[in-house]
């Protein structure tokens, strides 16, 4: 009975042993397996990187930052625009952050890193030459659409109030803003549309609303001339020919006004004149002269 519970207990120790010796070993494999590289689960801006080494995240790292070698820029009419990376000196450096991260982790519990995730978040900033790239952008005209302003339009059929149409403007100012923003986030691909500033017309069809109305009611006048014997119309059609506004009041020409009653007095008034009849016995026209 006693030989049986010693064969007992000299398995389970050999047992024992053998599980601890393979367990060491798999210690020792998995520290060398990570040693100098990343632990297992290990991730920077999502980005995997277990098992690499700090130079290979490093390369990882960038190539995915920079995936462009030129900054892009399309003009609002197409025409598009290049300047490369290279002519403004432009360089990503995460490589102390990478390290300091790398030494933060504890390599001989690597085997605890097999049921954790760590992903660290390390901001990518760029560095270049600003002043190359502001002189780029400003060599550049950009787009300015002039607003247009509310306008009253008369023609012989009708009078409308035509609504004032907003403008576009871009400068190289906050084109530069825009860029510069823009590198920070990794992008290297722009359009000049996405940042058009919209310009409001000087004149609104509100800021015309009421002279609109006043010319609107001269527009469908008509002043009735009456004399003894026949009657003079006079349309608002042309009287609108007569007028213009400033500063919100009404201006009348003169002149075409008293061009108007010239005529009308040429027409009607025609004491000490020479007159034309039709005589409708002789059928004929006649003419009295001055007395």
């Known amino acids: 009975m006693e030989k049986k519970q010693s064969k007992i207990i000299i398995g389970s120790a050999v047992a024992l042993a053998v599980v601890l010796a393979a367990g060491a070993v798999s210690y020792s494999v998995g520290k060398n397996k990570y040693t100098g590289k990343f632990l297992p689960n290990t991730s920077i801006n999502g980005l995997n990187v277990a098992g690499l080494s700090v130079e290979d995240s490093i390369s990882k790292i960038y190539k995915h930052s920079i995936t462009s070698d030129s900054i892009d820029i399309t003009k609002c009419d197409g025409t598009k625009l290049s300047i490369s990376l290279e002519d403004i000196d432009y360089k990503v450096d995460c490589s102390q952050r990478v390290k300091e991260?790398?030494?933060?982790?504890?390599?001989?519990?690597?085997?605890?890193?097999?049921?954790?995730?760590?992903?660290?978040?390390?901001?990518?900033?760029?560095?270049?030459d600003k002043q190359k790239l502001k002189d780029f952008i400003n060599s550049i005209e950009w787009t300015n659409v002039s607003a247009e302003n509310a306008t009253i339009d008369i023609s012989a059929e009708d009078c409308r109030l035509i609504e004032g149409k907003n403008g576009e403007k871009n400068d190289s100012e906050s084109m530069f803003k825009f860029v510069t923003?823009?590198?920070?986030?990794?992008?290297?691909?722009?359009?000049?549309?996405?940042?058009?500033?919209?310009?409001?017309?000087?004149?609104?069809?509100?800021?015309?609303?009421?002279?609109?109305?006043?010319?609107?009611?001269?527009?469908?006048?008509?002043v009735t001339y009456d004399f003894d014997y026949t009657q003079e119309k006079l349309e608002g059609k042309e009287i609108i020919g007569w007028i213009s506004f400033k500063d919100g009041e009404i201006q009348v020409d003169r002149d075409k006004a008293m061009k108007y009653i010239e005529g009308l007095a040429k027409k009607y008034d025609t004491y000490d004149t020479e007159r034309k009849f039709h005589a409708t016995i002789l059928n004929m026209t006649v003419e009295i002269s001055r007395f």
């Open 181 to 222: 923003e823009g590198l920070e986030n990794g992008q290297f691909s722009f359009n000049e549309k996405d940042n058009m500033q919209s310009v409001k017309p000087e004149i609104s069809a509100d800021d015309l609303k009421e002279q609109f109305d006043t010319v609107h009611k001269i527009y469908n006048m008509t």
């Open 101 to 128: 991260f790398y030494n933060s982790q504890n390599h001989a519990a690597w085997f605890t890193a097999l049921a954790d995730k760590e992903d660290i978040k390390l901001d990518i900033i760029p560095t270049y």
